[in-house]
Every structure is written in C-alpha cells, then in structure tokens.
C-alpha cells in the first residue's frame, strides 16, 4: 500500500472522535471517583482515637500534606504524560512533595533514633502497612489506570511509575486518618517504601498495563 | 531564520485547525492534514534515522507515523501547538522502530548456503508447501503475523479483525501488505 492510498483510506474513513479533555479536568474526575471511596473505607475503619492530637502535630500535618500533596502531583503528572509531546521535566511537579514527604518522614526516624537507638527500629518489624495501603490505594489506581487509558502515553514506564506514587502517597494520606501507631519510621519504610517500591513496579511492566493500540506498530 | 520561524508557526496553526475539524469527523480537512504532514514526517524521520545511521524503507516509517497520528488523534489540545504533539509522534515511531529492529537483529542469522533440496521431489509436495508456509508466517514479526493469521487462516472480514485487535482497518490492511511482501521475500519467487 502506497502513502497516498493510505491517506486516502484514513480520510475517508474518518468518524468523530470525543477530545480527550485537560489533565486538570481529569484530575477532578479522579479525585470525584476516589474521595468518596476513601471516605467510605475511613468511615468502614472509623477515625483513629488520637486524631485530634495528631491534627495539632506540626510532624503530622507536614508529613500527611506532603503524602496527600505527592499523591495530586503525581495523578496530575500521570494525566499529563498520558499526550503526546508531554515534556518530561513536567513530571518533576511531584518530585518536589515527594521529597518533602521523605524528608519530612526521615527528620522523624532521626529524633526517634536519638530518644531510642535501636529500639525504634522495633516498630518496622511489628507493624507493616503494605496491605493497608495497597488496600487504600486500590480504587484510587484502578480509577487512574481506566482514565490513563483513554489517553495515549509514548512512555508508559514513567506514566505508571507515576500513576502508581499517586495512588500509593494517596492511600497512604487517607491511611493516616484511621491506622494509629505509625512511628517515623513505619512511615519511612513502610508508607514512603511502599510508594517508591509500588512505582518501580508499575514502571517496570507499564507498558503493558497502559498498552494502546496505536502505540505498537503496525508490522 | 524569522522566516523560518514563522512558517512554522504558521504551519503549525493551520494544521492545528485541521486536526481540530478532523476530530469533529471532517474529512477533507483530514485528508489535506495528512497530506502536508506526511512529507514532513519523512524529513523528520529521515534526519533521525541517518543520525542513527539506520537505512530503513522511509515509506513504511512515515505510514507507521500517520497511522499513530491517526490512533492518537483523539489526545490532540486545540488550544496548544500541533507541532510539539506531532513532532513528539514521529519522534516515538523512529525510536520504537530502531528498537525493533535491534531486537530482532539480535535474535536473526544470516544463512549465505542455498538449501540443496529445491529440485527434488519430496521439497514439493504441496505438504511441504503448507508446512514452509505455516514455519514462515510464524517467522513473521508480530503485527504483520496477527493480520495473516485473522485476515487469512480464521477468515474474518476487516471489521471483525479490527475490533478483535483494537487496531484500525487502514493500519490492519498495511500490516496485510507488508505480511504478503515479506512471504515472499521469505519463500522466494
């Protein structure tokens, strides 16, 4: 088949297609699908006894709003990289709360290290949130992957690793709302941990998660 | 160099407008559309390839890109520059394309010794026949493989193929194409 002829069966086939509206647009549709889930797995577990006085920790907040502010970021970079011509230096909108996040969690092990040595390390071992969060962050990811979907992303390992810390940080936030006992270092391992382990993951088999047809060749 | 800058933006702006009416079902402005860019994506791609100092049939590169434009038309902003978002095709086609082709440079030989048994009568039975044909539609590479083993084997129509695929008819048809081009390279004259 010639150019020309190609051209002539695309154009005279054509039929309309719905725009892909604006990552901002489904970043709202996202956060509409997922924090009424959230809100209802929070409210199925109950809010933690201590959440008053965790709200009035300045720790809490910064390492909770840094989670939360991950999880938007990321969504939003995801949605963004899912058009051609996405430059990937936009992507870096999430390193910046994803690296509040773990400094935030890691100044915490410090001063836990300090009043306790090795002890605080104890908590690691007796407490793991992977399911948890894995748990919480489910809807959130599906609901992303489906939205990804309709996309089209020329890199899909940075579109899922992405995709994946949004859905992860995120879980992690709303996780904090209802699961007590989480020391710095719980959060370091086994919260910020998860995400970046969950991200290389999704990276890892991307493409085939985030798979369009018109990204592969034809022969 | 103004100029040239101009133009681009020029070109860019009207192309914008055709992909625009092309995603609301206008033909015409499609066709015009492809017909313009094509060329371009050849220079383009030509460019890349001999920086890579890759020879490939420019032909089935730029097909290959406006088949990705064509699946892809759907995620094109209006409101922003068509040229970031085509550039950013081609230059996905050219690169998926050189990774192909080093993966399957990898794992082929070239075989220099002709096979001894064309002349006798056992290489052409028509059992024989069968058997070269299935070993070469299974050396196919995986697109072009798919539509020979739907359009051909299992007979299903363009449209049945499509939606059992995902992939469109133009870009089934071409693989169709370049399935029967292939075989016939494979299995000689």
């Given at each position: 088949m010639n150019t020309d002829l190609l051209i002539q069966e695309l154009s005279s086939g054509l039929a309309p297609v719905k725009r892909?509206?604006?990552?901002?647009?489904?970043?709202?549709?996202?956060?509409?699908?997922s924090v009424p889930v959230l809100a209802?797995?929070?409210?199925?577990?109950?809010?933690?006894?201590?959440?008053?006085?965790?709200l009035a920790d300045n720790r809490f907040i910064i390492q909770?709003?840094?989670?939360?502010?991950?999880?938007?970021?990321?969504?939003?970079?995801?949605?963004?990289s899912s058009v051609p011509g996405f430059k990937r230096s936009r992507a870096m909108v999430a390193l910046v709360p994803a690296l509040a996040w773990l400094a935030s969690a890691g100044e915490g092990c410090w001063a836990e290290w300090q009043a306790n040595g090795?002890?605080?390390?104890?908590?690691?071992?007796?407490?793991?949130?992977?399911?948890e969060i894995v748990g919480s962050g489910l809807v959130p990811a599906l609901l992303l992957t489906l939205l990804l979907r309709r996309g089209l992303s020329l890199n899909p390992a940075l579109t899922a690793g992405l995709a994946a810390l949004a859905a992860a940080a995120t879980g992690s936030a709303a996780l904090a709302l209802f699961h007590d006992g989480d020391t710095a270092w719980v959060t370091l391992t086994w919260h910020v941990g998860s995400a970046a382990g969950l991200s290389a993951l999704a990276s890892a088999f991307g493409s085939r998660l985030l798979n369009h047809p018109a990204t592969s060749r034809p022969a | 160099m103004i100029n040239d800058r101009a133009k681009h933006l020029e070109d860019s702006a009207r192309w914008g407008a055709w992909m625009q009416a092309a995603q609301d079902g206008d033909q015409v402005a499609y066709g015009r559309l492809l017909a313009e860019v094509a060329p371009v994506a050849r220079r383009m791609a030509a460019r890349q390839l001999a920086a890579s100092g890759v020879a490939e049939d420019m032909e089935d590169v730029v097909q290959?890109?406006?088949l990705t434009l064509h699946g892809a038309r759907h995620t094109y902003d209006p409101a922003r520059p068509f040229l970031p978002w085509f550039a950013a095709i081609v230059d996905h086609r050219v690169k998926d394309g050189l990774r192909s082709r080093r993966r399957h440079q990898g794992r082929e030989t070239d075989i220099d010794a002709v096979p001894e048994t064309f002349l006798s009568q056992a290489a052409n039975t028509s059992a024989t026949d069968r058997m070269d044909l299935g070993k070469a539609v299974a050396k196919l590479p995986a697109g072009q493989?798919?539509?020979?083993?739907?359009?051909?084997?299992?007979?299903?129509?363009?449209?049945?193929?499509?939606?059992?695929?995902?992939?469109?008819v133009p870009a089934l048809k071409v693989a169709m194409h370049r399935a029967l081009k292939t075989l016939k390279g494979m299995l000689g004259p």
């Open positions: 892909l509206a604006s990552p901002g647009r489904r970043l709202g549709l996202w956060l509409a699908g209802a797995i929070t409210g199925f577990f109950g809010l933690r006894p201590d959440l008053a006085q965790c909770n709003g840094a989670a939360l502010l991950t999880g938007l970021a990321a969504a939003w970079a995801a949605l963004a090795w002890s605080s390390l104890d908590s690691v071992v007796h407490q793991k949130c992977l399911p | 290959e890109i406006l493989r798919q539509a020979v083993e739907m359009l051909k084997i299992k007979e299903m129509s363009l449209a049945e193929a499509s939606a059992a695929s995902g992939q469109s």
